[in-house]
C-alpha cells in the first residue's frame, strides 16, 4: 500500500486526497516576492538601505536628522533618500525635507508596518541614485515591522535609554532580527537611573550577534561610529555589486530559489 | 498584531492556487505556524473567518499546526529546541541563544472542492 502517490503526495487522515492540494508557501510570499524586487533595485544601483526600526518616541526621525546634517556636512558623501513610514500625518517627511534630503511619506492608514509593495513604490517616486543611502524609517511599533522584509539591507532598530532595560526582553523579534542597535538619547541617561550595560547585555540576550552603539542624537555623541558604520557598509555594498560584475560568474541562485518556493504565484501590479 | 495582513496573504496565495488548480471551493485550510511566529491563534481564527468572505475559502474551517522552536546555542555552539524564546540552552545552561528556527507562518495544504 502506498499513501502518497494520490494528487497530493501525502496521505492525511479524515480529509480526501483528491481533494487536497498541497501548498507549502510562505504566508508572506507575496510580500517576499516584492522585497526580492526592491532589492534587486538597490542591488543594480549599488545603494545601501537601511530599515530603521524602534517603538514610536525612540527618536528615529531626530536621530535621521542628525544623520543627514552631519552626511551632508562631509563634502563628497553619498546622496540618499528617505522613505518616512507613519500611519497618518506628512510631518516627518516634512522633518526630513528640512533637512534638504528628498523624502516620500508613506501613510498606512490602519496598518502597523510598511509592506514591501508600498516601498517599491515609494522608490519609484524617489528614483534612488547609484551608490546612494537609502533610509526607511518604519511605522513606530516594536513587533509587526521585523516581520515583514521591505528588500532592505539590514534593520536597525533604535533603542532609547528611558525605555527600560528590559525592552529587548519583552520584545524580543525586531533586535534579533536587527543587525546593529543604536542605544540612543544616552545624554538622558544619569537622569533616569538606567544601566546601559544591562541594556547592551539583554540585547545580546536575544541576539548574541548584535552590534550596540552607543549615541545621543541630540548632543551627536557616539554618531562619527554611526557614521562609520554606514560609510563601510555602503562601501562594502560596492564592492560586492561590483564582484558581481565581473565575469565568471553564474548568477541567479536566489531567482531559482524564489520561484521554487513559490510556484502557483502571480504577482500583481 | 498583524495575523489581518497574514489573513490577506492567506487570501491571496489561495486564490492563485484557485486559479492554478482550477478549484472554486476550499473547506479546509492547513497552517503552519512556528511558536516563535508570534502570531496569536484566536486571533488568526477571527481574522481568517473575517478576510476570506466573498472568497472560495468563505467558511472554511481552519487548522493551525504548530512548529518548534529551534535555537543555536553560542556557548556550546549546538542546534537545540527551546519552548519560549527566552529559554536557556537545555544542553549547558547557556544565555545566549539565537532563533533558528520556529518564525515559520506557511499554509500547508488546501481541501478543496
Redesign the interface.
Known sequence: MHFGQGPAGTEVPGMSQERLIALETDILAKNDRYAEGNRRVLGNLGAFAVNLVSSPGSGKTTLLCKTIEMLNARAGDAPLAVIEGDQQTANDAERIRATGARAVQVNTGKGCHLDGHMVGHAMEHLEIDPASYLFIENVGNLVCPAGFDLGEDCKVAILSVTEGEDKPLKYPDMFTVSEIALLNKVDLAPHCDVDLDLYEANLRRVNPGIRVLRLSARTGEGMQDWLDWLDQRLKAKQQSVQAAETPATETGPTETRSTETFPTETLGA | ??EM??CE??R??IE??A???G?SSV??VR?EIGR???VEKPAMAFAFDVVMRGSVAEGAALEMIDLPGRAMC?DCAKEVEIAH??DDCPLCGG?????MGG???????????
Do not use: C, Q, W
Open positions: 498584531m498583524h495582513s497574514l496573504g492567506v491571496s496565495v492563485d492556487a486559479l492554478a488548480n478549484f473547506s479546509r497552517l516563535f511566529a508570534g553560542y524564546r527566552l544565555g545566549k541563544l539565537m532563533p518564525d515559520e507562518m506557511r499554509i500547508k495544504d488546501l481541501e478543496v472542492t
